[in-house]
């Protein structure tokens, strides 16, 4: 989404905060915003794609399932979302989220006739019900011109949620 500019200044907050952080942006996030710019202020290789390059023995998604201390997906597209809840895994940050035993945070991010639409709300409730914590959203303008809620929080505000709730594990 739309939101994606946003992302850049979560990963500098999460920085700013100790975190060392890892990028995986799906192919409609790279049509917002360029893996380049992740890249050179997380100074670690973007990763988008499921299949290893060639003579590459590694199993991406379970590595990067396996790396973190929580996976943060920012935005949380109404697509995304509905994806993870119904266990879909068709590109790399679904498959790391099935694989994944880490903490995982989405802040949302869609129109409010979306983010109000009966079966969002069912993929939100699945999604908490599996441990999933939800940063959001705020009400505020939105892409469409229009205001109402489905804004993605505001990048502070979403760095302090996951230094409050690691934190209190002693990470």
Do not use: C
């Amino acid at each position: 989404g739309i939101a994606a500019y946003k992302a850049v200044e979560v990963l500098r907050g999460l920085q700013a905060e100790g975190a060392d952080v890892r990028v995986v942006m799906t192919e409609a996030a790279q049509r917002f915003i360029q893996p380049l710019t992740f890249e050179a202020l997380s100074h670690d290789k973007v990763h988008s794609h499921l299949f290893p390059d060639e003579g590459d023995p590694n199993i991406r998604h379970i590595e990067l399932a396996k790396w973190p201390d929580a996976i943060l997906v920012a935005p949380a597209t109404a697509h995304l979302l509905g994806r993870a809840a119904n266990g879909l895994a068709d590109d790399l940050l679904t498959n790391i989220l099935l694989a994944t035993e880490s903490k995982v945070f989405a802040a949302p991010a869609m129109e409010t006739q979306m983010y109000e639409n009966e079966a969002v709300q069912m993929n939100l409730d699945g999604l908490r019900a599996r441990g999933y914590t939800l940063i959001g959203p705020a009400s505020g303008a939105l892409a469409s011109g229009a205001s109402g809620v489905g804004r993605m929080e505001e990048p502070a505000t979403i760095v302090e949620a996951l230094a409050d709730e690691l934190s209190s594990e002693g990470d």
